[in-house]
Structures are given as C-alpha cells and as structure tokens.
C-alpha cells in the first residue's frame, strides 16, 4: 500500500535520509521505529507528500505521491509530530475544515465530521476551542481531521509523545481500531510503543534503514545475528565506513590497545560477504585483524542500543 523506493532528503549537508526504502502491505499496521534525529519525520513528510524527495519515489496505492498530487495526498490522513490544530476554531470548525480541503463533497460532510468526531471520541468536546483542549484531546482532534475524508493509509508521527499513561492506552485502542479499515505507519523512538500497537516495524537511524520486518522477523532475525564484531590493532572506524551496507555500530579500545568494532549490518548485506569484504578492507589498510565473528545479539538490544543512541561512535 506505501512504497518507500530509495528516497532521499538533505537540508544543507546534513543527509536526513539516505535512500530509505519500505513497503507497507495492505491493512498492516508498521511502525516506523528511531531515535531522535533518525529521519522519521522528514520520511514521513515525503509519503505523505508534504514534502518531494530529492531522489527516489514513494507510491501509494501503486500512485506516485508528491507535493502536487492531490489525488494521491487524499488517500492518506497525515497526523503530525506538531499538534496540527488551529487554536481559534472551534474542534467541530476545524475537522469541518480538513474535510472541506480533502474535497469532502458538501453534502456529505456532516456526516463525515460526526463520524470521525465519534470515532476519535471528541463528541463531547466539538463546540470547544481547540486553543482551550488538553493535549490528549488535541491529539484526539488532530486524528479525527486526518481520518474525516476516510483515508485509505494513516500516517501517525510520534501520536502519543506527551501524553499521559491512560491516554496513551487509549489512543492505542483507537489506532487498532482504524487499523481494521486503513493502514497504518506509526512513527516512534519507544520500543514499547511500537511493540503495541504494530505487526511490522521498520527500523531507522541516521537515515539509514538498518532492518525491516515483521515482529516476529526482527526478532528471528536479532536471533541470526546480523552484527560482526572485528577486532584489530587500531581503530578501524575509516576502513569499514567504506564498506557498502556495514555500519559502525560501537568501538571500544581494550585494555592492550586493539579495538573491538561492532558492525551493524543493513537487511540487504550478507553476514558472510562482509566478513569478507571487512578482512579485505583491512588488509588493505594494513590493520591486523585478530577476530572476525558474527554475534547473536538479542532483538531488544538491538532496538536498545538504536533507541539509546548509546556508545553509537567511536
Ligand atoms: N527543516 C529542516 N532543516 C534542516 N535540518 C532538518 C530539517 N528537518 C530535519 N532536519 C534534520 O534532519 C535530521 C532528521 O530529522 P527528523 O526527520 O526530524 O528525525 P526524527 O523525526 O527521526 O527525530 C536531523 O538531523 C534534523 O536535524
Ligand atoms: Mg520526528
């Protein structure tokens, strides 16, 4: 249903996202998991086409999206990381509003509003301003315009950032229950959240796409093991960052002066094809390697030391 296909944003020279590519089957919910500054938002701009990739495409329902596309943009309701609503409107004016963009036909508006006021249960609330609402009911509101013109895809960024535990737990329900007509792709940097309320996540940091799955294909494939530890005679950080699909994922220096490097390797990258290409690498830098082995690491700490960001460089 969404086809990311190798997009690609800069700002200036920082490279936000670095030929991110994904696919969102039909009636799934995926999230869309990394730390803070991973590229999250700037991807998800790009699907939902408020922003144009520099290089690459994304589809959605087979149709290329971008800025211009308006057929395209009404087939997702987008709700963003900022609180998108328009504090001097009334909730009921508001959602209105959305609905009279997306091309809501006149007629049928009225109906679409209560309707999604009802299912984001904001009913209550609908003669509100939304300047005046807590910050659970605004994300509630927020949802309930980005559902109005019933998107077939729902696009969520951080939807429960900042909102207390009994919040959160509700918003949940309510995400499961859209996803029983739309499909969702839900941003977020908490595991947990994600392990809640998604059936496949794509994980992302710096950028990059480092796995893809189902929950259950992540955690067989953290089991297999896609990360390399090398250890060798000196910091090897710039002879391995020249591998394609290798990343340094942790280097530390031991107690005699080798350096222990833990590599992260992207889905696509074949354990055995860069162990090669690391002892190659090395030997072209004249480091002596002294170990060169696959690891088996959890699944959770592999989310954890993304989500951590921690001993991420050298
Ligand atoms: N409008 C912008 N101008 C310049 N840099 C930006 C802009 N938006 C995002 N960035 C940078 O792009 C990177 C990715 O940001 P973002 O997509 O917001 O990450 P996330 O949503 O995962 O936290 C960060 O380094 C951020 O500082
Ligand atoms: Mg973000």
Not at 153 to 176: I, K, N, Y
Request: proline share 4%; with cysteine.
């Amino acid at each position: 249903m969404i086809e990311a296909h190798a997009i690609v944003k800069r700002f200036g020279r920082v490279l936000a996202v670095d030929r991110v590519s994904f696919t969102v089957p039909a009636r799934s919910v995926c999230g869309f998991l990394g730390p803070n500054g991973a590229g999250k938002s700037t991807s998800i701009r790009m699907v939902v086409g408020a922003m144009a990739p520099d290089e690459g495409e994304v589809l959605v329902g087979g149709r290329r999206m971008e800025p211009g596309a308006e057929a395209v943009r009404r087939a997702v309701g987008y709700l963003p990381e900022e609180s998108p609503v328009t504090p001097d409107l009334t909730v009921e004016e508001f959602v209105r509003f959305r609905a009279e963009l997306w091309g809501v036909p006149r007629a049928a508006r009225g109906a679409a509003v209560d309707r999604a006021l009802s299912r984001c249960n904001v009913s209550d609330v609908r003669r509100r301003l939304c300047g005046q609402l807590s910050k659970g009911y605004r994300q509630r509101v927020g949802m309930a315009a980005a559902i109005v013109h019933a998107p077939a895809v729902l696009v969520l960024d951080e939807p429960t950032s900042g909102l207390d535990p009994a919040q959160v737990r509700d918003f949940r329900a309510l995400v499961r229950s859209l996803a029983e007509e739309s499909t969702v792709l839900l941003s977020s940097h908490v595991l947990a959240e994600v392990e809640a309320s998604c059936d496949r996540a794509v994980l992302i940091d710096r950028g990059r796409v480092v796995a893809d799955g189902s929950m259950a294909d992540l955690r067989a494939r953290g089991a297999s093991g896609a990360v390399v530890v090398v250890e060798c005679a000196r910091d090897a950080a710039a002879a391995l960052a020249s591998i394609d699909g290798v990343r340094v994922a942790a280097a530390s220096a031991g107690a005699d002066g080798w350096c222990v490097h833990e590599l992260a390797l992207e889905p696509s990258v074949d354990a055995d094809r860069a162990c090669e290409a690391v002892a190659r690498a090395l030997g072209a830098a004249g480091i002596s390697l002294r170990r060169l082995e696959r690891t088996e690491p959890a699944l959770e700490s592999v989310f954890h030391r993304l989500i951590a960001g921690a001993g991420a460089r050298p």
